[in-house]
């Protein structure tokens, strides 16, 4: 028979990226810590599920609908960068180097998990587009088989259209080894090279 910690065990197991033994860790930690500290988790919990939800415009998390990005105005309304997820808006807003819109895609075509065209936010895409004045549609899903896919499926899908479709570069990371690169990273950081 199953205890309160197992049962809490398990749950903390079903989040990505957490195995067994980091679910029993927190397990452990959470019964350990005052009541207070647990209602404000749970309260943080039960916040974020409440307030939080896709924007209208790109599908990106947030507290408002249109999310800040959409709704700033001084950002540039010609460019928009398709991601797979909202984690992906996090980290090209982190670099700082990038002033676009964005179009969260929700996923990436697998064909063997049953993720196809209508599964991921395509028609709304393309519904934006027509709807807008962009010039450019930078492609950034993850550089793996199914971000490859829906890369392709995209760019082909929209040079129809007469947009211009560009890609994130891939190379290899600040600070890493060449000797310790996969040869896929490698290939792309010579294909990718650029003029010193």
């Not at 960068?81 to 990436?108: F, K, M, N, W």
């Not at 709807?131 to 896919?149: F, L, Q, S």
């Amino acid at each position: 028979m199953d205890t309160p910690l197992d049962t809490l065990t398990e749950q903390f197991r079903r989040l990505p990226g957490i195995g067994i033994k980091t679910a029993r860790k927190l397990a452990y930690y959470m019964v350990q810590q005052p009541p207070e500290a647990v209602e404000v988790f749970i309260s943080a919990i039960r916040d974020a599920k409440e307030h939080m939800h896709f924007c209208s415009v790109c599908f990106n998390l947030s507290s408002q609908d249109p999310c800040p990005i959409c709704s700033d105005t001084s950002r540039d309304r010609t460019t928009i960068c398709v991601v797979e997820t909202p984690q992906d808006v996090q980290a090209i807003e982190r670099s700082g180097d990038y002033h676009g819109l964005y179009h969260v895609l929700h996923g990436a075509l697998s064909p063997l998990d049953g993720v196809g065209v209508d599964d991921l936010r395509i028609k709304e895409l393309l519904q934006r587009l027509g709807d807008t004045e962009v010039k450019e549609v930078i492609i950034a899903t993850d550089p793996d088989v199914e971000g490859e896919a829906t890369a392709l499926y995209l760019a082909r899908l929209l040079k129809t259209a007469g947009i211009r479709v560009t890609r994130i570069a891939r190379g290899l990371p600040m600070g890493g080894d060449i000797e310790y690169a996969d040869e896929a990273t490698l290939a792309g950081a010579v294909a990718n090279r650029q003029d010193m």
